[in-house]
């Protein structure tokens, strides 16, 4: 049986993907919006969705299940919590809070009343990810020492409150949160420090691009880079593993696999540069590496509902879970700490 869904904000996700995807769904039934801007419900009306009068009309009816909340960052702890406590289970869009201490406070609120809680990491379904996560599962070119994670644009920030601080505006919290959940996903094992630094290009109020290294317990690194001033983009995804490398390029191409079967040439003919020779950089050649492509891997970003949903009837744990929540919201909180003190930091609780 479907599950009713609400959802609070009807602007770019709100409108032209919670409920347009709602609207189709096999799992959830849409039973309206709310948004504030009286002109965004006039809209829904207009394509044939009721339009809730207000937050308090939502959370009165008994027969909303969820709540998807796709306002301003800013906004999100008080209606996440209000709706929790109405008995109804709450998907939040990213980032889930402001700080690791309001998503305390949402998740507390979660745990009393008993409701399925949970942020929307969408991008868990990226068929970029999923290449290289699939890349790093199969183990074929070993553990990876090195992932290099890149979104690239050239438009600056959005002209609306995501250039705004006090609605949680800038680039770590608006995309920084999506990479930084794919790469815990793909090393999954202790953090021991984080270095950021952060551009302000195109926005002095927050910022408009930034670098963020994660180092981990083991040595391996997630180097993560978010630019919005970049007319020449870099590799989506770069990876150096124990025996090789993967690439990939954009996000609508396959992965590029190189591994090394033999690390040493009997003969290994120099090249020949402007300044001179080298060996070091010789290419390689067939004998002593094995090249492939990975195919795109089939993704379908409703799983997502699909598991919210059997999650609240018991039969699945929750995708994205209140641990998984709060190590992405920390590491975000010591990348702007680290921006802010010039140096790296420790990774603490």
Same mark, same amino acid.
């Given at each position: ?7 609070? $904000?009807?602007?770019? +996700? ?72 109405? /008995?109804? =289970?709450?998907?939040?869009? @990213? ?41 790093? /599962?199969? &183990? ?15 438009? $600056?920030?959005? =002209?609306?409150?995501? &250039?705004? @601080?006090?609605?949680? /505006? ?25 270095? !950021? ?29 978010? &630019? ?80 919210? !949903? ?18 992405? +919201? ?7 700490? =680290?921006?802010?003190? /010039? ?7």
């Amino acid at each position: 049986m479907k599950k009713n869904l609400v959802v609070v $904000g009807y602007g770019g +996700m709100g409108g032209g993907f919670h409920a347009k995807k709602a609207l189709t769904s096999d799992v959830v039934n849409l039973l309206g919006i709310y948004d504030i801007d009286e002109k965004k419900n006039e809209l829904a009306r207009a394509n044939g969705i009721y339009a809730y009068s207000s937050l308090d009309e939502v959370l009165a009816d008994e027969r909303v299940d969820i709540v998807t909340v796709a306002v301003p960052n800013d906004s999100h702890k008080e209606i996440v919590i209000r709706a929790l406590e109405a /008995g109804k =289970s709450v998907i939040c869009e @990213k980032p889930v809070a402001m700080s690791l201490a309001e998503l305390d406070e949402m998740i507390a609120a979660a745990n009393k009343s008993g409701n399925i809680f949970s942020v929307h990491q969408n991008r868990r379904f990226d068929v970029d990810y999923l290449a290289i996560k699939k890349i790093v /599962g199969d &183990g074929k070119i070993g553990k990876p020492l090195r992932i290099e994670s890149r979104i690239h644009g050239s438009r $600056g920030i959005p =002209s609306d409150w995501r &250039g705004e @601080k006090e609605h949680g /505006g800038g680039m770590i919290l608006d995309w920084g949160v999506h990479l930084i959940d794919q790469l815990l996903q793909i090393f999954n094992e202790p953090i021991k420090s984080i270095y !950021c630094t952060v551009t302000n290009i195109t926005n002095k109020e927050v910022d408009d691009g930034f670098y963020l290294t994660i180092t981990f317990a083991s040595g391996a690194e997630a180097f993560i880079e978010v &630019g919005t001033y970049n007319f020449i983009p870099l590799p989506r995804f770069y990876m150096k593993a124990e025996k090789g490398s993967a690439i990939i390029t954009d996000w609508r191409e396959c992965a590029k696999v190189v591994k090394c079967k033999y690390w040493h040439e009997s003969e290994v003919i120099p090249v020949e540069t402007a300044a001179g020779l080298t060996k070091t950089m010789a290419p390689r050649d067939a004998v002593t590496v094995e090249e492939w492509s990975e195919e795109r891997p089939q993704s379908d970003v409703h799983d997502y509902y699909r598991n919210f !949903c059997a999650a609240m009837d018991g039969k699945e744990t929750q995708m994205v879970t209140h641990p998984e929540m709060r190590t992405v +919201m920390r590491v975000m909180e010591l990348a702007f700490a =680290s921006a802010q003190a /010039g140096e790296p930091v420790p990774y603490t609780e």
